[in-house]
C-alpha cells in the first residue's frame, strides 16, 4: 500500500496531462474557422505560381539521410566537448574508449556516403521530377485540358 501512496502525485500528473490534451485539441477544433472548403482553398500553393504538377511527389531520401549524417556528428561533437569538459580525459581507457567511439561513428558515416548515389549533391534527381511534371502540364496545356 505505502508504494501505490508514493505514486499518487504521478498518477494525478499523469491525468492532468492527459485532461490538457483532450482539452486543447476540442479547444482548437471548436475555435477553429469553420469555413466551406473549395478548390482555391485546397489547391497546392507554390509561392504565387500556378501549380506545376501534383503536390505530392516522392521525395528523395538522400536529404534524410544527409540531415541524419548532420545530426549524428552534431551528438559527437557534444559527447566529445563533454568529454573535455569532465576530469576523466587524463585516463588511458577513456582515450581509447573514444577513440574506438569516434572511428565506429566516422566508419559509419562513411558508409552512409558511399551509399548515397553521385547525383545527390548535383541536384539532378529533383531536376528530373521538375522537367517532367513541367513536361506533363505544357503537354495538357496543348490538349486543352486544364
Not at 549524428?72 to 568529454?83: C, I, K, S
Request: net charge neutral.
Amino acid at each position: 500500500m505505502r508504494l501505490f501512496i508514493d505514486f499518487v502525485p504521478v498518477i494525478i500528473w499523469a491525468i492532468l496531462a492527459v485532461v490538457l490534451v483532450v482539452g486543447m485539441l476540442f479547444a482548437s477544433w471548436v475555435l477553429r474557422p469553420h469555413v466551406l472548403q473549395n478548390s482555391e482553398k485546397t489547391s497546392s500553393y507554390e509561392c504565387g505560381e500556378e501549380p506545376i504538377g501534383p503536390a505530392r511527389i516522392s521525395y528523395p531520401y538522400n536529404y534524410l539521410v544527409y540531415t541524419i549524417l548532420f545530426v549524428v556528428v552534431d551528438v559527437m561533437g557534444a559527447f566529445l566537448w563533454l568529454l573535455a569538459a569532465s576530469s576523466f580525459r587524463l585516463d588511458a581507457t577513456v582515450v581509447w574508449q573514444v577513440l574506438v567511439f569516434v572511428l565506429i561513428i566516422m566508419g559509419g558515416m562513411g558508409f552512409a556516403m558511399k551509399k548515397m548515389p553521385e547525383t545527390f549533391l548535383s541536384g539532378q534527381e529533383t531536376l528530373m521530377l521538375y522537367r517532367k511534371a513541367k513536361a506533363e502540364q505544357v503537354s495538357k496545356n496543348e490538349s486543352g485540358g486544364h
